[in-house]
């Protein structure tokens, strides 16, 4: 017996690369299927297109990720490996994060002005509203955890290197 995998239902959230459709499925016809875009306009999709394309469908995702770099001063290079360990712990507690999928927090690169570190890891919810509040939630206290061991958050700058332009031109006027 075959299987058949059918790509979306009604409701689901579906996008694809191909044809740039993004929306919310609304309904599904026998010639044409209606995609109502995120700006509320409503989108009718032949059927026959759906059998060229790819569609993705995060409605039926099994985890949200969380991938971020973080960058912080390279004057806190003393503490950084203090804060990745106690992000990393904090995600390991944290009640939305699932522990069971991979979790890494680890340094990754030396940025131009900053000392960068990255997380990676998974929430234990699919919605998408859900999701932001877990995320915002992990930001705030990596944000505590930096201030807890007295670093910044890098931001860009610039040093310029100026020679003493008087001494070069001590002409008389």
Known sequence: ??????????????????????GTVEYIGWRQTLIRTFDKRPLYVPNSTFAKISVENPSRMSHRRIYETIGIRYDDAAVLAKV??????MLKQHDEIDTKQTLMVNVNAFGE??????????????NWQHYHKVKQDVLIQILAIIDSHG???????????????LSDNTAAV
């Open 113 to 126: 002005s900053s000392l960068d570190f990255f997380l990676y890891c998974f929430t234990k919810t699919v």
């Open 84 to 89: 990745v360990a106690d992000v990393e712990a």
């Open 151 to 165: 670093a910044e958050l890098a931001f860009p700058i610039r040093v310029i290197a100026m020679q003493d332009a």
């Open 1 to 22: 017996m075959i299987s058949r995998v059918v790509p979306f239902d009604i409701s689901d959230l579906i996008r694809t690369t191909d044809e740039k459709i993004e």
